[in-house]
Protein backbone atom coordinates (compact mmCIF):
# COMPACT_ATOMS: atom_id res chain seq x y z
CA UNK A 1 0.00 0.00 0.00
CA UNK A 2 0.94 4.00 -0.22
CA UNK A 3 2.97 5.20 2.13
CA UNK A 4 2.12 8.33 4.50
CA UNK A 5 4.82 9.68 6.61
CA UNK A 6 4.73 11.64 9.84
CA UNK A 7 7.39 14.00 11.67
CA UNK A 8 8.07 14.29 14.15
CA UNK A 9 6.75 10.82 16.14
CA UNK A 10 7.23 12.55 19.19
CA UNK A 11 7.64 15.57 20.53
CA UNK A 12 7.61 17.69 24.03
CA UNK A 13 7.44 21.77 24.17
CA UNK A 14 6.79 24.24 26.02
CA UNK A 15 3.23 26.32 27.15
CA UNK A 16 3.35 29.13 24.33
CA UNK A 17 5.71 28.37 21.76
CA UNK A 18 4.47 26.37 18.45
CA UNK A 19 4.64 23.42 17.25
CA UNK A 20 4.78 22.28 13.86
CA UNK A 21 4.12 18.42 12.78
CA UNK A 22 4.71 17.47 9.14
CA UNK A 23 2.70 14.64 6.70
CA UNK A 24 4.19 13.48 3.55
CA UNK A 25 2.84 10.99 0.82
CA UNK A 26 5.92 8.87 0.14
CA UNK A 27 4.60 7.14 -3.18
CA UNK A 28 1.66 9.02 -4.18
CA UNK A 29 0.26 12.49 -4.87
CA UNK A 30 -2.42 13.13 -2.46
CA UNK A 31 -5.22 15.75 -3.43
CA UNK A 32 -6.77 15.46 0.01
CA UNK A 33 -5.32 15.02 3.74
CA UNK A 34 -6.70 14.27 6.87
CA UNK A 35 -5.82 15.93 10.13
CA UNK A 36 -7.36 14.09 13.57
CA UNK A 37 -6.94 13.92 17.08
CA UNK A 38 -7.13 11.05 19.30
CA UNK A 39 -7.26 11.24 23.46
CA UNK A 40 -5.80 7.96 25.08
CA UNK A 41 -8.52 5.13 24.67
CA UNK A 42 -10.72 6.80 22.93
CA UNK A 43 -11.58 7.38 19.02
CA UNK A 44 -9.94 9.47 16.08
CA UNK A 45 -12.13 13.00 15.68
CA UNK A 46 -11.31 14.43 12.64
CA UNK A 47 -10.03 18.20 12.72
CA UNK A 48 -10.19 19.51 9.45
CA UNK A 49 -10.02 18.50 5.78
CA UNK A 50 -7.04 19.91 3.79
CA UNK A 51 -7.20 20.15 0.01
CA UNK A 52 -3.75 21.28 -2.23
CA UNK A 53 -3.74 24.64 -2.64
CA UNK A 54 -6.88 25.66 -1.23
CA UNK A 55 -7.83 26.66 2.56
CA UNK A 56 -8.39 23.79 4.95
CA UNK A 57 -12.02 22.84 5.78
CA UNK A 58 -12.01 22.54 9.94
CA UNK A 59 -14.64 20.54 11.38
CA UNK A 60 -16.85 22.63 14.19
CA UNK A 61 -15.16 23.37 17.51
CA UNK A 62 -12.10 23.40 16.01
CA UNK A 63 -9.92 26.69 15.99
CA UNK A 64 -8.55 27.65 12.72
CA UNK A 65 -6.27 29.95 14.47
CA UNK A 66 -4.72 27.73 16.78
CA UNK A 67 -4.44 24.62 14.64
CA UNK A 68 -3.43 25.42 11.32
CA UNK A 69 -3.23 23.61 8.38
CA UNK A 70 -1.20 24.29 4.96
CA UNK A 71 -1.22 21.96 2.23
CA UNK A 72 0.83 23.56 -0.02
CA UNK A 73 2.26 20.52 -2.56
CA UNK A 74 0.64 17.29 -3.59
CA UNK A 75 3.01 15.40 -1.05
CA UNK A 76 2.88 17.48 2.10
CA UNK A 77 0.68 18.98 4.80
CA UNK A 78 1.73 20.32 7.67
CA UNK A 79 -0.29 21.04 11.22
CA UNK A 80 1.02 23.79 13.09
CA UNK A 81 -0.25 24.25 16.65
CA UNK A 82 0.63 27.82 17.86
CA UNK A 83 0.64 29.29 21.31
CA UNK A 84 0.44 25.72 22.35
CA UNK A 85 -0.67 24.45 26.23
CA UNK A 86 -1.40 21.50 28.15
CA UNK A 87 -4.53 20.53 27.21
CA UNK A 88 -3.57 20.69 23.48
CA UNK A 89 -1.18 17.69 24.76
CA UNK A 90 -2.98 14.87 22.51
CA UNK A 91 -1.96 12.28 19.76
CA UNK A 92 -2.30 13.63 16.18
CA UNK A 93 -2.70 11.59 13.20
CA UNK A 94 -2.57 12.63 9.36
CA UNK A 95 -4.51 10.81 6.74
CA UNK A 96 -4.25 10.70 3.17
CA UNK A 97 -5.92 9.72 -0.36
CA UNK A 98 -4.66 9.71 -3.53
CA UNK A 99 -6.63 11.27 -6.43
CA UNK A 100 -10.46 11.46 -6.41
CA UNK A 101 -13.10 9.14 -7.59
CA UNK A 102 -10.38 6.37 -7.81
CA UNK A 103 -9.28 4.99 -4.31
CA UNK A 104 -11.29 4.94 -1.67
CA UNK A 105 -8.53 3.79 0.93
CA UNK A 106 -7.34 6.42 3.41
CA UNK A 107 -3.85 6.01 3.85
CA UNK A 108 -2.43 6.94 7.92
CA UNK A 109 0.88 8.08 8.92
CA UNK A 110 2.05 6.59 12.55
CA UNK A 111 1.19 9.68 14.03
CA UNK A 112 2.46 12.58 16.49
CA UNK A 113 2.37 12.27 20.28
CA UNK A 114 2.43 16.24 20.95
CA UNK A 115 3.21 16.72 24.99
CA UNK A 116 2.79 20.64 26.20
CA UNK A 117 4.67 21.15 29.35
CA UNK B 1 -24.53 13.40 9.68
CA UNK B 2 -23.34 10.01 9.94
CA UNK B 3 -22.59 8.21 13.34
CA UNK B 4 -20.92 4.79 13.76
CA UNK B 5 -21.59 2.73 17.17
CA UNK B 6 -19.54 0.23 18.61
CA UNK B 7 -20.95 -1.29 21.39
CA UNK B 8 -18.03 -3.12 22.64
CA UNK B 9 -15.32 -1.43 24.33
CA UNK B 10 -13.53 -4.31 25.19
CA UNK B 11 -13.68 -7.93 24.15
CA UNK B 12 -11.15 -10.74 24.72
CA UNK B 13 -10.72 -14.40 22.96
CA UNK B 14 -8.75 -17.17 23.59
CA UNK B 15 -5.82 -17.89 21.02
CA UNK B 16 -7.03 -19.63 17.88
CA UNK B 17 -10.92 -19.11 18.70
CA UNK B 18 -13.24 -16.99 16.76
CA UNK B 19 -14.93 -13.47 17.83
CA UNK B 20 -16.76 -11.14 16.15
CA UNK B 21 -16.73 -7.46 16.67
CA UNK B 22 -20.09 -5.13 16.35
CA UNK B 23 -20.72 -2.32 14.55
CA UNK B 24 -23.65 -0.02 13.62
CA UNK B 25 -24.13 2.84 11.72
CA UNK B 26 -26.44 5.73 11.01
CA UNK B 27 -27.23 6.91 7.57
CA UNK B 28 -29.48 8.21 4.74
CA UNK B 29 -26.69 7.99 2.14
CA UNK B 30 -27.32 5.33 -0.51
CA UNK B 31 -23.90 5.16 -1.96
CA UNK B 32 -21.11 4.60 0.97
CA UNK B 33 -17.84 2.42 2.25
CA UNK B 34 -16.95 0.56 5.08
CA UNK B 35 -14.18 0.14 6.97
CA UNK B 36 -12.41 -1.81 9.77
CA UNK B 37 -9.06 -0.25 11.55
CA UNK B 38 -6.70 -1.99 13.38
CA UNK B 39 -4.61 0.77 16.00
CA UNK B 40 -1.83 -1.58 17.72
CA UNK B 41 0.08 -0.24 20.49
CA UNK B 42 2.48 1.38 18.07
CA UNK B 43 -1.01 3.29 17.18
CA UNK B 44 -0.17 2.84 13.42
CA UNK B 45 -4.15 2.40 11.90
CA UNK B 46 -3.87 -0.16 9.91
CA UNK B 47 -7.21 -1.41 7.32
CA UNK B 48 -8.22 -4.67 8.00
CA UNK B 49 -11.13 -4.56 5.65
CA UNK B 50 -13.42 -2.66 3.81
CA UNK B 51 -16.80 -3.08 1.85
CA UNK B 52 -18.75 -1.35 -0.70
CA UNK B 53 -22.24 -0.80 0.26
CA UNK B 54 -23.70 -1.67 -3.16
CA UNK B 55 -22.03 -5.33 -3.14
CA UNK B 56 -24.16 -8.28 -1.76
CA UNK B 57 -21.26 -9.99 -0.97
CA UNK B 58 -19.66 -9.78 2.13
CA UNK B 59 -16.02 -8.70 1.93
CA UNK B 60 -13.06 -11.31 2.93
CA UNK B 61 -9.14 -10.77 3.94
CA UNK B 62 -7.55 -14.18 5.08
CA UNK B 63 -8.75 -14.32 8.57
CA UNK B 64 -11.02 -11.66 8.59
CA UNK B 65 -14.73 -11.21 7.19
CA UNK B 66 -17.77 -9.10 7.74
CA UNK B 67 -21.52 -9.57 8.09
CA UNK B 68 -22.92 -6.86 5.97
CA UNK B 69 -26.88 -6.47 6.85
CA UNK B 70 -27.37 -2.88 4.61
CA UNK B 71 -30.84 -2.98 5.57
CA UNK B 72 -29.74 -3.45 9.34
CA UNK B 73 -27.26 -0.86 8.95
CA UNK B 74 -24.63 -3.25 10.45
CA UNK B 75 -21.59 -3.90 9.91
CA UNK B 76 -19.49 -7.15 12.19
CA UNK B 77 -16.15 -7.97 11.66
CA UNK B 78 -15.47 -11.48 12.16
CA UNK B 79 -11.38 -12.37 13.29
CA UNK B 80 -10.68 -16.59 12.74
CA UNK B 81 -7.84 -18.17 14.04
CA UNK B 82 -7.14 -15.62 16.78
CA UNK B 83 -3.65 -14.43 16.66
CA UNK B 84 -1.45 -12.88 19.35
CA UNK B 85 -0.56 -10.28 16.85
CA UNK B 86 -4.42 -9.28 16.48
CA UNK B 87 -4.18 -7.48 20.09
CA UNK B 88 -5.19 -3.94 19.30
CA UNK B 89 -8.29 -1.48 18.92
CA UNK B 90 -10.39 -1.37 16.47
CA UNK B 91 -12.38 0.74 14.63
CA UNK B 92 -15.27 0.93 12.25
CA UNK B 93 -15.57 3.40 9.92
CA UNK B 94 -18.22 5.01 7.73
CA UNK B 95 -17.21 7.23 3.72
CA UNK B 96 -20.11 7.88 2.12
CA UNK B 97 -19.77 8.38 -1.72
CA UNK B 98 -16.87 8.01 -4.04
CA UNK B 99 -15.46 11.33 -3.47
CA UNK B 100 -11.86 11.31 -1.94
CA UNK B 101 -12.54 13.90 -0.24
CA UNK B 102 -15.19 12.78 1.68
CA UNK B 103 -14.13 12.59 4.86
CA UNK B 104 -14.06 9.29 7.74
CA UNK B 105 -16.50 9.05 10.53
CA UNK B 106 -15.49 6.46 13.17
CA UNK B 107 -17.08 4.64 15.91
CA UNK B 108 -15.46 4.69 19.70
CA UNK B 109 -13.42 1.67 18.90
CA UNK B 110 -13.09 -1.89 20.53
CA UNK B 111 -10.67 -2.96 22.59
CA UNK B 112 -9.56 -6.59 22.00
CA UNK B 113 -7.18 -8.72 23.93
CA UNK B 114 -6.14 -11.82 22.78
CA UNK B 115 -5.15 -14.09 25.04
CA UNK B 116 -2.99 -16.97 25.25
Given at each position: ???VSQH??????????SVKI???????????????????????????????????????????????????????????????????????????????????????????????? | ????????????????????????????????????????????????????????????????????????????????????????????????????????????????????
Amino acid sequence: GAVVSQHPSWVICKSGTSVKIECRSLDFQATTMFWYRQFPKQSLMLMATSNEGSKATYEQGVEKDKFLINHASLTLSTLTVTSAHPEDSSFYICSARQGEFVNTEAFFGQGTRLTVV
Amino acid sequence: AQTVTQSQPEMSVQEAETVTLSCTYDTSESNYYLFWYKQPPSRQMILVIRQEAYKQQNATENRFSVNFQKAAKSFSLKISDSQLGDTAMYFCAFKRGRNAGNMLTFGGGTRLMVKP
